[in-house]
């Protein structure tokens, strides 16, 4: 970070990161756990104890957020002799465990103002870290134990230092980005393949902004051609090593059982007679090497390619539908920060095409082809380098006879010229136009007040925001399903709804969630996938999650049924993330199929 305004970019950094972080602290203790976090917390501490990451690796996760959000815990037990029970406990330790979520929060938050200040200047970064920092989507994530707000810390971190390395020696070029890959790829898998976009949309728009990708004038396509693949040959190579050192580090942090793998060996005693069952039933029976990140890895990357339904706009789509991740952004990303990308594409596109706008844009191309359509979650290092990009071409101010470039200068020893971020004469003209770089930080600055004051609007239901262009938060649960509304976090809502309107009479409840706090009083869960309504009894309410009502209804026939038959009532009250009817005598459903 260049001396030029850092007391006060610490100085709004801390301001940004308190008061983000008291809104994330405040919102945890009115959230239940979320669908993922059960399984967290007992894996991570399992981790702890017995140095296996099986459990995580199983179910495709990685372990350094896990890693980090349990380690206060595993300590507390040990001061206090006593270990702790992951399910009973709950109420305990997950405040603690999403609380220590808020480290990754702060190296978001910096590294944001990095790569706003590297690309675009001082207020440029200010402007990228008070986007991320108060979109109320990213702090709904801080604000639980998860791995989402990891991985785009760690790949803001590879971006930013993958470019800041370009020009340079072996370490800042290719080490360092080295680690950072591999700290995205522990952090979620989907780190892995991010990363390679990442590294690649940076390369090559250094490449050709430093002419090297520009042929010999006549040459022919086949010339064209040869040129492109000689003047990419340092990238590739570069990326090679990049990978080498990311995935040593993964295998090496995620560590091994030195054990058999039962599924496998499973597998292998399956295949009909012949040598490739005499080959691989005593390889699988002695292979002890698992588990390992490779599991994992593979794990996610099935998942991927298998993909599964998803509900979009009222319909649920047996398929992935490619449609689904731009139209959600649309959805979640809040007003005023839509107003300001519609801002920079009007009156400066050219600015919005910086290096990580660039990242940005592939990020938005590969979304077109993810299969896993549970949660605008997946696309917040989409949402991160979008933002940054934003505040870039709003903010950035060229030198009347020059402007800033964002690569180094190319020296014949591949090394210095000036550092990426400097200035650097060009004989372009000053780019930018329309309205002075003054009234367009005073109207971001505007733009960010307004997404600030949504965020507390929609406080501590961060995760069910939906844009007043989608008609808010009130009926988001009928448009995006999951993590984007429901995921399973409204038990403490409805225990005090309870405790106001309950009467003190039954309390069961059908909900798709893993808190275990359902299993006690005043909750009675009974599943209605597999139960007909009539099994909730004649008394009392039935919560019904929305994304019981609103999803795919057709789980089961015993699942349409209910669905059928709660769509034609009314319900006599609602929270968050339930919808409650009445179960009095007249009100009751049919038996069911």
């Not at 480290?103 to 938050?109: A, C, K, P, R, S």
């Not at 005043?522 to 996938?529: G, K, Q, Y």
Request: aromatic share 10%; with cysteine; net charge positive.
């Amino acid at each position: 970070m260049r001396r030029s305004g850092w007391w006060l970019d610490a100085v709004w950094l801390l301001a940004l990161g308190a008061a983000s972080s008291a809104w994330c602290l405040s919102a945890a203790t009115r959230l239940g756990a979320t669908f993922d976090e059960p399984h967290h917390l007992n894996a991570g501490l399992t981790a702890w104890r017995t140095g296996s990451n099986k459990l995580l690796m199983s179910a495709g996760c990685m372990p350094l957020p896990v890693d980090v959000q349990t380690l206060p815990l595993y300590v507390w037990e040990h001061t206090r002799g006593e270990p702790f029970h992951p399910y009973k406990d709950i109420d305990a330790i997950l405040p603690v465990a999403r609380a220590a979520n808020l480290v990754f929060w702060w190296g978001l938050l910096v590294y944001a103002l990095l790569l706003g200040r590297t690309f675009g200047g001082p207020w440029a970064g200010r402007l990228a870290a008070g986007l991320v920092g108060c979109d109320p989507n990213f702090l709904a994530h801080a604000a639980l134990a998860t791995t989402d707000i990891s991985v785009v810390t760690m790949m803001l971190a590879l971006i930013y230092h993958f470019h800041r390395g370009q020009g340079r020696g072996w370490w800042p070029r290719v080490a360092g980005p080295g680690v950072c890959y591999g700290l995205a790829t522990v952090a979620k898998a989907s780190g892995m393949v991010f990363g390679v976009q990442a590294v690649l949309a940076l390369g090559l728009c250094h490449l050709y902004r430093s002419g090297e990708l520009t042929p010999p004038p006549g040459s022919t396509l086949r010339g064209k051609l040869a040129h492109l693949w000689h003047a990419t040959w340092g990238l590739r190579k570069d990326l090679t090593v990049i990978l080498l050192i990311g995935f040593t580090l993964v295998f090496a942090y995620t560590g091994c059982d030195w054990g058999t793998e039962p599924t496998f060996v499973s597998w292998a005693e399956k295949l009909p007679d012949g040598p490739a069952r005499e080959v691989m039933v005593p390889l699988s029976r002695h292979l002890t090497v698992f588990p390992n990140a490779g599991e994992a890895l593979v794990q996610q990357i099935k998942h991927n390619m298998r993909g599964h339904g998803t509900y979009l706009l009222g319909r649920w789509h047996p398929r992935a539908t490619w449609a689904y991740f731009p139209l959600a952004l649309t959805m979640k990303v809040p007003v005023p920060a839509l107003v300001l990308l519609l801002a920079a594409l009007v009156l400066r596109p050219r600015e919005l095409l910086s290096p990580v706008g660039w990242v940005a844009l592939v990020l938005l191309a590969f979304s077109l082809n993810c299969r896993v359509q549970i949660g605008i979650r997946f696309m917040l290092t989409l949402m991160a380098t979008g933002y940054v990009a934003v505040a870039v071409a709003l903010c950035r101010r060229p030198h009347p006879r020059s402007v800033p470039t964002p690569f180094p200068s190319p020296s014949p020893a591949g090394g210095g010229g000036t550092k990426p971020g400097d200035l650097a004469s060009s004989p372009l003209p000053p780019r930018g136009r329309g309205l002075g770089g003054g009234v367009l930080r005073a109207f971001a600055a505007f733009c960010l007040a307004a997404t600030a004051a949504t965020s507390l609007w929609v406080w501590p239901h961060g995760l069910g925001f939906f844009n007043q262009l989608w008609g808010g938060p009130e009926h988001g649960y009928t448009r995006l399903h999951d993590s984007n509304y429901d995921w399973g976090q409204g038990l403490p809502e409805l225990k005090a709804w309870y405790a106001a309107h309950g009467d003190s009479r039954p309390l069961v409840v059908w909900y798709y969630g893993t808190d275990p706090n359902v299993l006690y009083p005043p909750f009675r869960l009974v599943n209605l996938s597999f139960l007909p309504v009539a099994a909730a009894g004649s008394d009392g309410h039935l919560a019904v999650s929305v994304t019981a009502v609103y999803g795919n209804a057709d789980i089961t026939p015993a699942s349409a049924a209910a669905v059928r038959w709660l769509r034609d009532r009314q319900p006599v009250g609602r929270t968050q993330t339930f919808l409650i009817y009445d179960l009095s005598p007249g009100e009751r459903g049919p038996s069911g199929p």
